[in-house]
Structures are given as C-alpha cells and as structure tokens.
C-alpha cells in the first residue's frame, strides 16, 4: 500500500521534519525567479569617443621606463637576480634537514639505480660509447641543482634525445665512412671519436639555444606545442627508438640511413636480414625482457608494502654482466658486449665551430623538444605538491646543463618520466635526491665502471625497449581523442605519421606548422549562434541547440567563439547580418540617402533664404 503525499514525511539528517522549511524555501525561490522576470528597462546616454575621453578625462598613462629598472644597481637587485638566476641559494639555507634529507638521501638511490643501467642503455640510442652515458648522467644532473627550480624531475638520458641525437651522429659520421680497405670492418675507435665529437659540439649548441631563448624570457615558446602534438611526437619518437634496438636485438649489422622514409628502410633491412640474426643475443635479450617484465610487475603488485622498489634494471645488469663473464658469452655464441669501459673523469673538450652550421637546425629542435617534455613534467609536479616552476630559468638551467655537459662530452639531456616518477614516489622533496643519485653515479664513474665490460648489449637493448611501454601506451589517445576532441586527434596523427615518414626533425617541423595553420583555420570558421534565454533561469544557450530557449523581445544576442580581428572581420560581418535577419548594409545605404537628401534640401532653403533677402534689399 502506497503512502499519499499528505502522509509522506522528509527527514534531514537529524530525523526532524522539514517539510514546512522546504515549502518556505520553494517560495522564496519562486518569489526570486518572478521577480527576475519582470520587465525592467534601461536609459543611457549615447557617447561618441570625444565626450567618452571628456567625461573619463583620458590622459597619457605615465611611462614606467623598465629600462631604467634593468640598469639601476643596487644591493637588493643585485640579490634578486643572484636568487633568480641561482636558486639554490634560495632554498637550500631553508632545508628542513630532518625532516626531508633521509627522503632526499633514499629517493636520490632509488634514482642511480635507474639511471646507471639507463645511461648505458641510452648512449647505444645515441650512437656513443656506453661510457658517455654514464657521463651524461653525472655533470648535467650537477648543474641543474644548481640552477634549477623543480623539486622534482630527474634530469639526465632520456630515451627520445638520445633517439634524435643517434639519428645526427649516424647520418654525419656513418660506419661507411670509417671501412678499413684490408678487411672491410669498421674503425671503431675512429668512429666513436668523431660521434663522441659530433654530440658533444650539438650538446653545447643546444645549450647555448636554450640559455639564450631563456635569457630573453622565450619560455612561453612552449605554449605552441599542444599535449597532442607532444604526445603525438613521443610516441612516434618511442616507434624509432624500438626499431633502432631491433639491431642489438638480433644481433644484425644494419646500414646507417637518415632522412624520410628511414625508418621504414631500416625495418624493411631487418627483415631481410633476419635469418642472419645470432641465437645467443636473441636468447640473452629475450630472457633480460621477460625478468625486467616480471621485476615490473612485482612491483607494481608490491607497491604499498616495499618501501623502495625492487632494482630489476640493475639486478639485470649485473646478473647479465656475472653469467655473461663466467660462461663467454662473447666468445662461445657471439654476443656482442659493451667493451672497454674507461674508469676516471675525462678532461674538458673545446667545441668544434666548424661543425656548428651542420648542426644548427637539428639543435634547435632538440632544444625545443627537451625543454617541452621538462617544463610539462616540471608544471605536473609543482601543481601536485603546490609550488612554482619559472620556465624561463627552466629552460637557463636545462642550457646551462647541456652547455657545461657539452664542454665534458656529454649528449644532450632532458627529464626521465620513469626517472621522475620514482624520485617522487620514493620520498623526494627537492633536486638534493639528484646531487645524492650524481654523486653515487661519479663513483661509478671512478671505481665501478669497468665491472660492467662483459654486459651484453642485447641486455642494454632490453632495458630500453621495456622502459617504452609508457610511451607506447600512448596510442590509446586515439580512442580517447576520437571521443573528446576530433580536432586534436587530427593533431596527433599528423605529428605521428610525418615524424614517422620524415624523421625526428622535419616531423617536428611538420606538426608545428599543421598546429599553427590549424590554429588559424579555427579563428576563420568561428562557430556563431545567436542565444536565447532558458525559461526560469539566467541562462543562455544557442537557440538552434535548445528548443526551449527564447529571444529576449527587442535584443538579439550574438555570440562568436573566436576573438574579432582583422583576418575574420569580414566574416564575423556576415554571420551577424545572416542571423539576425537585418540587412545592415541597406540601412547604411538608406541613411545615407536620407543625409544627402536633408543636404540638399538644407542648400535649396538657404538659397531661398538668400534670395529672399536679396529681394528684401532692392
């Protein structure tokens, strides 16, 4: 049997009766809205621009003359711009020791950890000594603790910079160019030089391209390249660091290729060539992927209860580097190891100007790439953990840390998402993690380096190809964008296609001019509606969306979702005339009429004035 609603009684939280209370609050409500729609009208005076400047009393605003500030010299601009240009100072007399160094201390571990196995990973990805790798780990990550303003992001190999820095080193200094005549190898140590040259010199000249772009406070140069153009260009540029490991995968000799359709060549050769593939290496790379998987695995499964996760990447290397010097993996099956690792700093190396016009446009495109994926994983975590992050002294610090790593023979570096992620999660608060994960890869360098010899560089390949799979996840934005945004869908699978058809560098070049002439085809073809007002409600809604909605009597409302300017004006013109159903051009034209009409009657009648008085005289 139903209740009738004379019975029902409404209960609040505290069981008492409300029904009187929210009969009284339906009223008010009601009461309001009635009297929102009464009619109400509204007198003001019309104003031409000279009684507006009259009745405002407009006048020239004072100038500030920020020239005067650049070049005034004081103590306190001289410590602000010492703190600006050098935060440490800033933050590190502040440090809650207690509180955060064990933090700092266990996070910058878990990090070298990381970072050791993926710095000799990435250096293969760049077409260098695994060496090089280490040393890119070091002097950059150094630099931005001194210079940086997130407390968060790990800086140093990221698979991507590698991947664009393999694809110049390969194309100027390709094996070709380095074949003995008596046997047909290749000159290894010769090669190595002039790449070790040829990163080196690009890593300065990125340097010098982001401290300068900083200087002049470019920061917001950023802002140009959308999330699905950058994801878009990620995942391309995680496709070709895949197919550059298939080589060390197999155990093939592939030629050297650069330029569009490279990679497709370079698949097309694998394939060709795979019954020449090396069972050893396969073997050795299959089973480091399958315990790197389940070490990932483990953890993700064991994450609450591990206080630090379990090194899979390191436990790999060194298993690898153990099983591979007691059984000869070398010598027995043909799996080719790192080789010779030097142990000890190396001295610092003048650039090579002459290589500079070779290398300008592909700097400028890892400068601008590096710095988009640092300042957006930087932005991430400053807005999780409530602080700010200047991109300008971002995009100084990340030059600076190539410049100096330059000097020293390193490649160009940017942040590690993988990196980040876990100096985060294990308990970082600030770059200190980063001195701390520095300063146990300098022991590497001096002391420990040359343990790792005898690892097989399918492991390395191995390491790289599952640290992707984030990256290559990203393919699910197509699902999501089809959904969300057709438009930045577009986006993202016309960076995707040209960077994998035209390479790293015209791909970037290609997306960034779709993006901008995108932008331009979305402020001419605006989408116009005319509003109408929701019955009850201060609400407005396109009239031809919302059936309900109504004109207000005597207004047309017209709305345009693109800023008026010079380039759609014309347009705008025409959807306002077109919508409200008034030919505004007839108007003026019939004005105008009617102006040269009272012209001319004003003219008839002051010669018939004249006339007149002439009479009037004689």
Same mark, same amino acid.
């Given at each position: 049997?139903?209740?009738s609603?004379?019975?029902?009684?409404?209960?609040t939280?505290?069981?008492?009766?409300?029904?009187?209370?929210d009969?009284q &609050?339906?009223?008010?409500?009601?009461?309001?809205?009635e009297?929102r729609?009464?009619?109400?009208?509204?007198?003001?005076p019309?104003?031409?621009?000279?009684?507006?400047?009259?009745?405002?009393?407009?006048?020239?605003?004072a100038g500030?003359?920020?020239?005067r500030?650049?070049?005034?010299c004081?103590?306190a601009r001289?410590?602000a711009?010492? %703190?600006?240009?050098?935060?440490?100072?800033?933050?590190?007399?502040?440090?809650p020791v207690?509180?955060?160094?064990?933090g700092?201390?266990?996070s910058?571990?878990?990090v070298?950890?990381?970072?050791?196995p993926?710095?000799?990973?990435?250096?293969? $990805?760049?077409? $260098?000594?695994?060496?090089?790798?280490?040393?890119s780990?070091?002097?950059?990550?150094?630099?931005?603790?001194?210079f940086?303003?997130?407390?968060?992001?790990?800086v140093g190999?990221?698979?991507?910079?590698s991947v664009? !820095?393999?694809?110049?080193?390969?194309?100027? &200094?390709?094996?070709?160019?380095?074949?003995?005549?008596?046997?047909?190898?290749?000159n290894?140590t010769?090669?190595?030089?002039a790449?070790?040259?040829l @990163?080196?010199t690009?890593?300065v000249?990125?340097?010098?391209f982001q401290?300068?772009?900083g200087?002049?406070?470019?920061?917001?140069?950023?802002t140009?390249?959308?999330?699905?153009?950058?994801?878009?260009?990620?995942?391309? &540029?995680?496709?070709?660091?895949?197919?550059s490991?298939?080589k060390?995968?197999f155990?093939?000799?592939?030629?050297?290729?650069s330029?569009?359709l490279?990679?497709?060549?370079?698949?097309?050769?694998?394939?060709?060539? %795979?019954?020449?593939?090396?069972?050893?290496t396969?073997?050795?790379?299959?089973v480091a992927?399958?315990?790197?998987?389940?070490?990932?695995?483990l953890?993700d499964?064991?994450?609450?209860?591990?206080?630090?996760?379990?090194p899979g990447?390191?436990?790999t #290397?060194i298993?690898?580097?153990?099983?591979?010097?007691g059984?000869?993996?070398?010598?027995?099956?043909? *799996?080719?190891v790192?080789?010779?690792?030097?142990?000890?700093m190396?001295p610092?190396v003048?650039?090579?100007?002459?290589?500079? @016009?070779? #290398?300008?446009?592909?700097?400028?495109a890892i400068?601008?790439?590096?710095?988009?994926i640092a300042?957006?994983?930087g932005?991430?975590?400053?807005?999780?953990?409530?602080?700010?992050v200047?991109s300008n002294?971002e995009l100084? @610090?990340?030059?600076?840390?190539?410049?100096i790593?330059g000097?020293?023979?390193?490649f160009?570096?940017?942040?590690?998402?993988?990196?980040?992620l876990?100096?985060e999660?294990?308990?970082?608060?600030?770059?200190?993690?980063?001195?701390?994960?520095?300063l146990?890869?300098?022991?590497?360098?001096?002391?420990?380096?040359e343990?790792?010899?005898d690892?097989?560089?399918?492991?390395?390949?191995?390491v790289?190809?599952?640290?992707?799979?984030?990256?290559?996840?990203?393919?699910?934005?197509?699902?999501? $964008?089809?959904?969300?945004n057709? !438009?930045?869908?577009?986006?993202?699978l016309?960076?995707?296609?040209?960077?994998?058809l035209?390479?790293?560098? %015209?791909?970037?070049?290609?997306?960034v001019?779709?993006?901008l002439?995108?932008?331009?085809?979305?402020t001419q073809?605006?989408?116009?509606?005319?509003?109408?007002? *929701?019955?009850?409600?201060?609400?407005?809604?396109d009239?031809a969306?919302?059936?309900? @909605?109504?004109?207000?009597?005597?207004?047309? !409302?017209?709305?345009s979702?693109?800023?008026?300017?010079f380039a759609?004006?014309?347009l705008?013109?025409?959807?306002?005339?077109?919508?409200?159903?008034?030919?505004v051009d007839h108007?003026?034209?019939?004005?105008?009429k #009617?102006?040269?009409?009272q012209?001319?009657k004003?003219?008839?009648l002051?010669?018939?004035?004249?006339l $007149?008085?002439?009479?009037?005289?004689?």
């Open positions: 049997m139903r209740d609603p004379q019975d029902r009684t409404y209960l939280g505290e069981n008492f009766p409300v029904r009187q209370r009969t &609050a339906l009223l008010s409500t009601t009461h309001a809205m009297l729609r009464r009619d109400y009208h509204v007198e003001r019309l104003l031409n621009q000279e009684r507006l400047e009259e009745l405002g009393r407009r006048g020239s605003a500030t003359r920020q020239w500030i650049w070049f005034r004081s103590r001289a410590r711009l010492l %703190l600006q240009y050098l935060p440490i100072l800033a933050w590190l007399p502040q440090y207690r509180e955060w160094l064990l700092d201390l266990l910058g571990l878990s070298a950890i990381m970072q050791l993926q710095g000799l990973a990435y250096a293969l $990805l760049a077409g $260098l000594p695994p060496v090089f790798g280490l040393y780990s070091f002097y950059p990550v150094f630099i931005y603790f001194l940086g303003t997130s407390r968060h992001i790990s190999t990221f698979a991507i910079m664009m !820095v393999g694809s110049v080193t390969e194309s100027l &200094a390709p094996d070709e160019a380095f074949m003995q005549d008596l046997n047909s190898t290749v290894v010769a090669r190595d030089a790449r070790v040259q @990163a080196s690009l890593s000249l990125v340097g010098l401290v300068g772009l200087l002049v406070h470019f920061g917001f140069v950023v140009y390249l959308s999330e699905p153009l950058v994801r878009g260009y990620t995942t391309a &540029a995680s496709v070709h660091v895949f197919v490991q298939l060390y995968v155990g093939l000799y592939l030629s050297s290729r330029g569009p490279s990679l497709i060549y370079t698949v097309l050769e694998v394939c060709w060539k %795979l019954p020449q593939s090396v069972v050893g396969m073997v050795t790379a299959v992927g399958v315990v790197l998987v389940l070490v990932k695995l953890n499964k064991l994450r609450r209860h591990l206080p630090l996760p379990i990447e390191l436990l #290397l298993g690898a580097t153990g099983i591979s010097y059984v000869g993996l070398k010598h027995r099956f043909g *799996v080719d790192v080789g010779k690792i030097p142990a000890g190396v610092p003048a650039p090579s100007p002459q290589l500079f @016009a070779k #290398l300008v446009g592909n700097a400028f400068a601008v790439v590096g710095f988009a300042i957006s994983l932005k991430i975590f400053a807005l999780r953990h409530g602080y700010r200047d002294q100084v @610090a990340l030059g600076l840390s190539n410049l790593g000097i020293f023979q390193c160009p570096v940017s942040c590690s998402m993988s990196r980040s876990v100096q999660s294990t308990g970082g608060n600030t770059q200190v993690a980063g001195a701390v994960s520095s146990f890869i300098l022991i590497i360098i001096l002391k420990l380096g343990l790792f010899q690892l097989p560089k399918a492991v390395l390949a191995a790289i190809i599952v640290n992707l799979k984030g990256m290559l996840m990203q393919f699910r934005d197509i699902c999501s $964008l089809w959904k969300a057709r !438009v930045d869908l577009l986006i993202w016309v960076t995707f296609v040209a960077t994998i035209l390479n790293l560098d %015209l791909g970037l070049v290609v997306a001019v779709f993006s002439l995108l932008v331009v085809v979305r073809m605006p989408h116009y509606s005319v509003l109408g007002q *929701v019955p009850d409600t201060d609400i407005y809604r009239v969306e919302y059936s309900e @909605a109504r004109e207000v009597p005597g207004v047309k !409302v017209f709305r979702s693109a800023t008026v300017y759609n004006a014309e705008y013109s025409d959807a306002l005339k077109q919508r409200c159903g008034v030919d108007l003026i034209s019939q004005k105008k #009617l102006l040269r009409k012209e001319l004003l003219k008839r002051q010669k018939e004035n004249k $007149l008085k002439q009479a009037g005289a004689l």
